[in-house]
């Protein structure tokens, strides 16, 4: 019997134990949870915070080098000297000749060199009263036989010797007006070299003047050289072009002259030349399409500026 009491007070004893045991365990058990539980918030703590920190930084770089851009673009517009060269170019011929008479003709400044965008630049009207009044005493001779009604004025652009546009004026018979205003709208398309379409008058009417200065020219009163027969230039009915380049040449008395006189070097016909006529030529080839006859293709004398009807 005590031995029986003996086991049973052991074995309450040992239950007790037991129980203090997996009490304490379950005690440390849940303080190990809660210490996971903390360092595993912290560590998501430091996680958060350092990302925001990163993303700080990198937006905080982005708005230093938006800035900086901003700067230095305001910067260069700014403090950057303005280097280009102002436009001192000069719409006629570079070098004047002070022995070359007045020739105010107005430029075509800034036009754009399509016939297309410059239809208005090509016209035809009867001779306008100052350009009459500027002719009289000079292609229009006191003794002119030809009424003004016949005559009509021509305005044109042409390509210089520059390969800028300028501005022409002809005057020329009724006649073939239409005819010269077509063939000078496809020299122009073109874009053949003619140095000056000037008015005669602006050299006083005086060939030798105007066709030494390589002036293209119609209408001036005038007989044909050598002869006393009105010339068709005295009719309004031809028209000379690149004078200069392409002279007028005749034997007589034995002895060759030259008109220009200073066309000495472009009398030889054989020689290869820049503004040359000759039957390979554009210019010989729209006048002569438009029932002109050239001088170059005479006989008795060689007028190879010369296109006439």
């Known amino acids: 019997m005590a031995n029986s009491d003996a086991y049973l007070i052991g074995k309450a004893k040992y239950k007790d134990h037991d129980e203090k045991k997996s009490e304490q365990y379950e005690r440390h058990k849940a303080n190990m949870k809660k210490h996971t539980n903390i360092i595993i918030t912290a560590a998501a ?13 990198k937006n905080h770089k982005k708005e230093h080098n938006d800035k900086t851009s901003i700067n230095v673009s305001e910067n260069t517009c700014e403090d950057i000297p303005d280097t280009s060269i102002p436009d001192t170019s000069i719409s006629d011929t570079s070098v004047a000749d002070t022995n070359t008479p007045d020739t105010s003709t107005s430029e075509a400044d800034n036009l754009d060199p399509t016939y297309e965008n410059n239809k208005e630049q090509f016209y035809i009207s009867e001779i306008p009263d100052d350009i009459f009044e500027k002719m009289q005493g000079k292609s229009y001779k ?3 036989t030809l009424p003004r009604e016949n005559l009509r004025y ?18 020329v018979n009724k006649d073939i007006a239409d005819d ?5 709208k496809e020299l122009y398309e073109s874009g053949y070299q003619i140095e000056k379409v000037r ?4 050299y006083d009417a005086d060939d030798e003047a105007s066709m030494s200065d390589n002036n293209s020219s119609a209408f001036n009163f005038r007989f044909i050289s050598h002869t006393t027969k009105i010339s068709k230039h005295g009719m309004g009915m031809a028209v000379d072009i690149n004078t200069l380049y392409n002279p007028y040449v005749k034997t007589v008395d034995g002895e060759l002259s030259i008109e220009p006189a200073n066309a000495e070097d472009y009398v030889d016909r054989s020689k290869d030349f820049s503004h040359k006529i000759d039957h390979d030529d554009l210019c010989y080839k729209l006048f002569t399409e438009h029932g002109f006859e050239w001088g170059g293709d005479w006989t008795h004398s060689k007028d190879y500026q010369h296109f006439e009807k």
């Open 199 to 202: 008015l005669v008058d602006e």
């Open 142 to 144: 006191v003794d002119c």
């Open 180 to 184: 010269v205003l077509e063939i000078f």
């Open 45 to 57: 703590s430091l996680l958060i915070v350092t990302l925001a920190g990163r993303e700080f930084i």
């Open 154 to 171: 021509i305005h044109v652009l042409h390509v210089g010797f520059d390969n800028q546009v300028h501005e022409g004026e002809l005057v």
